[in-house]
């Protein structure tokens, strides 16, 4: 059987890299070989730059790590793909549109988020697009 293709918002990386609530679940379901996780450049390079934000610096350090080993952990289970196509799906907030463009390029049949622009569409094409704990229940 072939495992689900996902992709992960932003939001969500972040909250399974630095919690373990729901969005770690899914996080941990790539890790077992149990699904498949797809992102960006853009997408990593958006989570790159949320995770040097003063304000996630004391998380990180509580977890004795550093923004730069939490993007390599990522790597360890994602894979990058590269989008063809510029999308333009989400007029109100033009960069969720490279998540929809991730999900495009991966032939996910997900995509996860909390944001409610992307919620609103509930889907793309083929991509079914719901929220952590919709995803895992």
């Given at each position: 059987?072939?495992?689900?293709k996902?992709?992960?918002?932003?939001?969500v990386?972040?909250s399974?890299l630095?919690?373990?609530?729901?969005p770690?679940?899914?996080?941990?379901?790539?890790e077992?070989?149990?699904?498949?996780?797809f992102?960006?450049?853009?997408?990593?390079?958006?989570?790159?730059?949320?995770?040097?934000?003063?304000k996630?610096?004391k998380?990180i350090?509580?977890?004795?790590?550093?923004?730069d080993?939490?993007?390599?952990s990522?790597?360890?289970?994602v894979?990058?793909?590269h989008?063809?196509?510029?999308?333009?799906?989400?007029i109100?907030?033009?960069?969720?549109?490279k998540?929809?463009e991730?999900?495009?390029?991966?032939?996910?049949?997900h995509?996860i988020?909390?944001?409610?622009?992307?919620l609103k569409l509930?889907?793309?094409?083929n991509?079914?697009?719901?929220?952590?704990?919709?995803?895992?229940f």
């Open positions: 059987m072939n495992q689900p996902i992709v992960l918002d932003s939001n990386i972040i399974a630095l919690w373990s609530g729901l770690h679940q899914i996080l941990q379901l790539a077992n070989h149990n699904i498949l996780i992102s960006s450049m853009e997408i990593l390079d958006e989570v790159f730059k949320v995770l040097k934000r003063p996630l610096q998380r350090n509580e977890l004795h790590t550093s923004p080993e939490l993007i390599e990522l790597l360890g289970v894979e990058i793909v989008s063809r196509n510029k999308l333009y799906v989400i109100n907030d033009p960069d969720d549109n998540i929809i991730c999900a495009v390029a991966s032939e996910a049949d995509i988020t909390g944001d409610p622009h992307l509930k889907r793309y094409g991509i079914v697009i719901v929220n952590p704990r919709k995803y895992l």
